[in-house]
């Protein structure tokens, strides 16, 4: 007898999944369709792409709901991994539509290559003169960005709560980002809801803050979803570099970058005058601690190097930098090369740290870099004192082992991922250098260019096939690595 209608050789419910991703594209659609209204709204012609586009979208995705008909609703592990990796290349797909058709049309690659560095919010572009393309696609842009901030997958949890019963847990451990997932609330559902009530309200308030300085409704809505989800596209040519005079703008842009990577469930808990969870959470205090020991290198390099011009020059600019590093936002206020080499290694450290699991921001996660740190200390210790017995622990808990070896396991495969990647990409003619940049860049969906893709330039000049491989990159850095890599074991598909 077979469980739910499944046999040994059909481990996934594919039906289910289809039907969930059908739900999916129909929300797509919907978010489509406020691009669409604004270029209609302005009397721009890049209405129509969306609206076709959402048209066509919601039509697949009924289609699929109402015809895929599961023999059963249940949905397990494998189930979890599949869906979550298909959904953010189905979404992509779609939802370069509208970049193949608009009035500065995009080739097939560059489309794609621009929605998935949209919805991973890695904020790598390859789009030159952004200040020529229309306000929908300016929106669609920044939409797709805060989409994938929080997670589509999340999203799905949180206006379908059907899934808390269809392997709602599965996907919601498959997408979000860390190495344990604790449930805020006692249903998914509801864990789900109220972490994007806490990314909608963060949002809301960050527009009306921009919107107080210099930027006018427009480009704060575009920069507010760009930062609160640590995506990085700006509405600019210049970036951020626009609003470079206004010390208020930089100032309410580090604030929220830096609350995007903050663990959203340890704001959820202080929102509920929870401060106890401030006091004893190790990885707050370590990514507290990395953003203040980076800014002063980073003042000590800069005034070394003649590039002190003023007090902001070493103060506000390093820390606006660091902060929108360490969070893999990749806004920059000047060009950070001419701050030295010393600068650019230490931008690279922290685009591998990244900022605290359970937020927005990209990278290998503090978490993991903690767990690392205190692991290698025991062993040390135990190189003196073999009979010993030391356990890892974080925020005053012991740590399974089982859990540190997959942290070990995880850094090593993300190291032989950059490398991977950077050398894919020499073998296509980019230099050395700038290959592995742009590999470890989008990996840990930071964005940020340097030499040939770096301040003045973008990913354009790149070969094709080098886009394909950084969009596979930027996709596998946001979903963790485990959750695509496993679908390539055979064990996944076979009992």
């Not at 009979?387 to 396991?409: C, H, Q, R, T």
């Amino acid at each position: 007898m077979h469980l739910s209608g499944l046999t040994n050789t059909h481990l996934i419910n594919f039906r289910m999944l289809l039907r969930i991703v059908g739900w999916l594209l129909m929300i797509e659609a919907v978010f489509m369709l406020v691009p669409g209204m604004t270029s209609l709204w302005l009397g721009e012609s890049d209405w129509l792409p969306f609206c076709a586009t959402s048209a066509v979208t919601a039509v697949t995705g009924l289609l699929l709901a109402v015809y895929s008909r599961p023999v059963s609703h249940h949905m397990g592990k494998r189930d979890g991994f599949l869906l979550t990796a298909l959904v953010w290349v189905v979404f992509s797909f779609f939802g370069l539509v509208p970049f193949l058709f608009c009035s500065h049309k995009l080739s097939y690659t560059d489309a794609f290559f621009e929605a998935m560095s949209g919805f991973t919010t890695t904020g790598a572009t390859v789009i030159n003169n952004v200040g020529t393309m229309s306000h929908g696609i300016h929106l669609w842009r920044a939409m797709m960005q805060w989409i994938g901030g929080m997670g589509i997958i999340l999203f799905t949890l949180a206006v379908i709560p059907m899934l808390n019963h269809s392997g709602g847990m599965q996907m919601f451990n498959a997408e979000v980002t860390g190495i344990t997932h604790d449930k805020i609330r006692p249903r998914i559902s509801q864990t789900a809801k109220s972490l994007w009530l806490i990314y909608l309200g963060l949002t809301f308030l960050l527009i009306m803050l921009l919107w107080a300085g210099p930027m006018d409704f427009f480009e704060s809505v575009c920069h507010a979803f760009g930062a609160i989800s640590t995506g990085g596209y700006s509405s600019s040519d210049n970036g951020i570099i626009q609003w470079h005079d206004s010390l208020y703008t930089k100032c309410v842009l580090i604030v929220f970058m830096f609350l995007g990577g903050v663990n959203f469930g340890l704001i959820y808990k202080t929102l509920r005058g929870e401060f106890s969870v401030l006091k004893r959470n190790d990885v707050l205090h370590t990514y507290i601690g990395v953003i203040l020991g980076m800014l002063v290198l980073f003042a000590i390099s800069i005034v070394l190097l003649g590039q002190a011009n003023d007090w902001q020059s070493v103060t506000i600019d390093p820390l606006f930098q660091i902060v929108s590093t360490i969070t893999s936002t990749g806004f920059t206020v000047s060009n950070f090369e001419n701050w030295g080499p010393f600068v650019l290694s230490l931008t690279f450290v922290m685009m591998f740290f990244g900022a605290c699991a359970g937020s927005t921001s990209g990278g290998a996660k503090i978490d993991r870099i903690l767990y690392l740190f205190k692991n290698a200390d025991n062993e040390l210790y135990r190189c003196l004192y073999p009979n010993s017995i030391k356990s890892v622990k974080i925020n005053g808990k012991v740590v399974n082992p089982e859990l540190v070896g997959k942290v070990i396991a995880f850094l090593c495969i993300y190291m032989l991922l950059m490398v991977a990647g950077g050398m894919s990409l020499t073998v296509f003619g980019v230099p050395l250098v700038d290959a592995f940049f742009s590999s470890f860049s989008c990996l840990s969906n930071t964005g940020l260019g340097a030499g040939i893709t770096g301040y003045g330039s973008n990913y354009d000049i790149l070969p094709d096939i080098a886009k394909w491989i950084l969009s596979a990159l930027m996709l596998i850095g946001r979903l963790e690595i485990f959750t695509v890599l496993v679908l390539l074991t055979p064990s996944f598909w076979h009992r």
